[in-house]
């Protein structure tokens, strides 16, 4: 079972830029789909972006355009990079990884990380 630490949080001024970097405990490239979900105080957790099994970025529409998913295979590390950030965007944000077999993410297998605090003023 993979494990997820998040990094990278932090206060940011609106119109500023963040990336979030997430360490899995082993190799994820090929074996799990990898994804960014964030909670805001009162409202329920919600995708932000995510690679889905044939490896295609998928964004929530709220980020379209400023958020952008990417992975270091070599590192075993997946990031979200955030730009124009605006107040709305202040939650906190998981990682997570679902297990990937034959192209399907099953999302019944995910691990999550412990979360990291982004708040935009």
């Known amino acids: 079972h993979v494990q997820l630490v998040e990094s990278g949080g932090g206060s940011v001024q609106a119109g500023g830029s963040l990336t979030l970097a997430c360490a899995a405990s082993?190799?994820?490239?090929?074996?799990?789909?990898m994804g960014w979900f964030r909670q805001a105080p009162g409202k329920e957790r919600e995708e932000v972006a995510r690679f889905d099994g044939d490896r295609n970025a998928d964004y929530a529409e709220s980020v379209k355009g400023r958020a952008s998913i990417s992975v270091d295979s070599t590192k075993n590390t997946f990031q979200l990079q955030m730009n124009s950030l605006k107040p709305e965007d202040t939650a906190v944000y998981y990682c997570?990884?679902?297990?990937?077999?034959?192209?399907?993410?099953?999302?019944?297998?995910?691990?999550w990380g412990q979360g990291t605090q982004v708040t935009v003023s």
């Open positions: 082993r190799s994820i490239y090929y074996d799990y789909c």
């Open positions: 997570a990884a679902d297990r990937r077999v034959g192209g399907i993410c099953y999302e019944s297998s995910r691990a």
